[in-house]
């Protein structure tokens, strides 16, 4: 089969991030008027996001924390993530950087939770034991437009309240009602644990295009609420896009957890594969092929039921155990189907070629990215480029050329 030439190009987006991320944090910290009382005890709430520079932003708060004679450590608040264990989330958190010695502070992973009151809610709500127990906690989140639904607050500071400090008990209790869950019951959720718990501050982070910080935020329990909804119309503007909306094959190099929540942001892909929801329109891509898992997902191939290839190397770094607690908790069962699986990149693509309807091989619309977070670069086919050259945010690097060496695919 004629599998066409690519060629990369680059993508200009807006490219307005912080430099000094220490600087900022402290800044922030110290003119919002929180105080955090001496001898306190205050647990620092950090997700499982792969959120740019989250190791500095964690041992900057650390460090603010220390400063005002209290006794900062870290609790991992992410729901049911690193197969729903506390060995499991720490490892999340130490791939990322978090590690003890580095922040200067102990981590205290543990599933155990404690119940808030509901008031009129129907659910449960829950809280991490450890958090719960300190004096104050801290919690830091990316905010973004969410991969499993969209409102007014979709994935941020509330939904880490709502979520991820609630463990695994309150990623059952939410998931249970499907993407109804997620739309209807985060906010009232999260305004339990901010009115129950002892969230004394929240730190909102948004990202441009290029997966840097963009914005730092420091706000108090009665802010979140509304300023997470103006946080979350920046990232909306901030993220990057495919230069295309039609194409007939999408390879994406590497999916994980550390990149979304979803392995690849569905934002990005046009997928959400959701029972009972629509569909983006746009963009509108036949195939996609899924060849690897970052090693920071630690198995966890959430996500890769949104492609329609995989390979093999792919599939044999799953672990299905961690993989499946993940999916079963969502609720979102087509995210864990496992693909078709080709014994190698250009088998995948092959394979891919031959289910995209009547058309020539040579011929077909392929976008390569490295994944969902990188699409500054990325390689495309001569139909694309075709499309696309005349955009004065896109510029040719180099000629076409062969994407494989042997089976595998080229480096990027």
């Known amino acids: 089969m004629e599998i066409p030439k690519m060629i990369k190009i680059k993508q200009f987006f807006n490219s307005e991030h912080i430099d000094d991320i220490e600087r900022t944090v ?44 209290a006794f900062p450590f870290i609790v991992p608040a992410m729901g049911s993530h690193g197969g729903a264990t506390a060995e499991g989330q720490k490892k999340v958190l130490e791939g990322y950087g978090i590690t003890e010695q580095y922040i200067g502070a102990p981590i205290k992973s543990s599933m155990e939770v404690v119940e808030l009151p509901r008031g009129d809610l129907k659910h449960r709500v829950y809280m991490d034991k450890n958090a719960y127990e300190a004096d104050a906690t801290i919690i830091i ?16 500071l509330m939904k880490m309240c709502a979520i991820g400090l609630g463990k695994h008990k309150q990623a059952l209790e939410i998931h249970k009602y499907s993407a109804r869950g997620l739309k209807e ?5 999260a305004r339990q644990v901010l009115k129950y718990g002892n969230i004394i501050m929240g730190i909102g982070i948004v990202e441009n295009a290029y997966d840097q910080v963009k914005i730092i935020k420091v706000l108090k329990p009665s802010e979140i609420e509304d300023e997470e909804m103006k946080l ?18 999408l390879i994406i190099d590497e999916i994980g957890k ?29 195939n996609i092929v899924m060849t690897d898992l970052t090693e920071e997902s630690h198995g966890n191939g959430l996500g890769v039921g949104l492609a329609d290839f995989i390979t093999k190397r792919l599939f044999e770094k799953i672990d299905l155990k961690v993989t499946y607690e993940n999916v079963l908790t969502s609720n979102f069962l087509q995210r864990g189907n496992i693909p078709i699986i080709a014994d190698t990149d250009k088998q995948a693509v092959e394979y891919a070629l031959r289910t995209c309807g009547p ?18 670069e990325i390689y495309v086919s001569e139909s694309v480029l075709d499309e696309i050259k005349h955009n004065s945010n896109i510029r040719i690097l180099g000629e076409f050329k062969d994407m ?9």
């Not at 990316?142 to 941020?156: A, L």
């Not at 019951?185 to 959720?189: F, G, L, R």
């Not at 494989?404 to 990027?412: H, I, P, Q, T, V």
């Open 26 to 69: 402290t800044d922030l910290i110290i003119s919002s008027g929180i105080k955090i009382k001496k001898g306190s005890s205050v647990a620092i709430a950090v997700g499982s996001r792969g959120i740019s520079n989250i190791n500095r932003i964690v041992k900057t708060i650390v460090s603010c924390v220390k400063e005002s004679g």
């Open 141 to 156: 989140n990316r905010i973004k437009p969410h991969t499993d639904f969209h409102g007014k607050h979709e994935s941020g």
């Open 185 to 189: 019951m985060i906010v009232p959720t």
């Open 232 to 249: 979350l119309n920046i990232a909306r503007e901030s993220m990057p896009c495919l230069p295309t909306d039609k194409i007939d094959v």
């Open 258 to 286: 550390d990149i979304s929540g979803t392995g690849a942001d569905t934002n990005i892909i046009g997928r959400i594969r959701i029972r009972g929801e629509n569909e983006p329109q746009k963009p509108d891509i036949t």
């Open 359 to 376: 058309i020539e091989p040579a011929k077909a619309r392929i976008i390569r990215i490295k994944n969902t977070l990188k699409l500054d």
């Open 404 to 412: 494989f060496n042997g089976d595998k695919l080229a480096d990027f």
